[in-house]
């Protein structure tokens, strides 16, 4: 079965600080890769995904994240973050082709400082 | 352009009353849909998915039920609510060559007292 780890439950950066956070996942077969994020009491909103292709994707907000298949990742980065990127990101994976159910990761608190 | 939604946004129900969450997409048809239950520090578990009208699967035994009466709507119920049954509820759609891609409703708050 497929599985998702983040190992970071919290985070906290200085805000303009470099952000990365980690995820690995545990499937076979080649898998779609995703990040959300979600603001407190808000849903899940699509930063990014990757199915196949370039390896180093870009999404909104400023982040990108980078396939490594060797490595079983798919860490998340930004160069600088502000103050309004402070909220949960969850990881998500799920097999590519026929199965469209998500397992996710159980995500990371990020905290910016000003 | 596709909009999902959830209501109530916060509800607030005694140990042993009914439950019924609603879910509806605009601006597409015949989407998959999904049940997700976010616990505190527990990520986000699949309760329940939909391939069409009628058609629910459910991927954890539990108190809740799902039913898909129209093709855009998607109801999560529940015949007495537990304790455990509070949490964060969220609803989520995909659609067409992208199925892989879900997108979120903004949430159902769900408190049992």
């Known amino acids: 079965a497929q599985s998702v780890t983040q190992p970071d439950i919290h985070i906290t950066v200085s805000e303009g600080a470099s952000l990365e956070l980690r995820c690995n996942y545990s499937y076979g077969a080649t898998p779609y890769l995703f990040w959300y994020v979600q603001s407190p009491g808000q849903g899940l909103q699509l930063l990014l995904k990757?199915?196949?292709?370039?390896?180093l994707v870009q999404g909104i907000k400023g982040f990108e994240a980078e396939f490594k298949r060797s490595q079983s990742s798919f860490n998340l980065r930004k160069p600088s973050v502000h103050w309004s990127d402070a909220a949960e990101y969850f990881c998500a994976v799920v097999r590519g082709g026929s199965n469209y159910k998500l397992t996710f990761g159980k995500g990371t608190l990020l905290t910016v400082n000003p | 352009s596709q909009t999902i939604h959830q209501w109530p946004a916060t509800l607030v129900q005694p140990v042993g009353s009914p439950l019924s969450l609603e879910c509806t997409v605009e601006?597409?048809?015949?989407?998959?849909l999904y049940w997700y239950r976010q616990a505190a520090g527990r990520g986000l578990q699949l309760l329940f998915y939909s391939v069409g009208i009628g058609q629910i699967s459910s991927e954890v035994p539990q108190n809740l039920s799902a039913s898909r009466p129209q093709d855009r709507q998607f109801i999560l119920s529940s015949k007495k609510l537990l304790l455990s049954d509070s949490g964060f509820y969220l609803c989520?759609?995909?659609w067409g060559s992208g199925k892989n891609i879900q997108y979120f409703g903004a949430g159902t708050r769900l408190s049992v007292l």
């Open positions: 601006g597409t048809s015949n989407p998959n």
């Open positions: 989520a759609w995909s």
């Open positions: 990757y199915f196949s292709g370039d390896t």
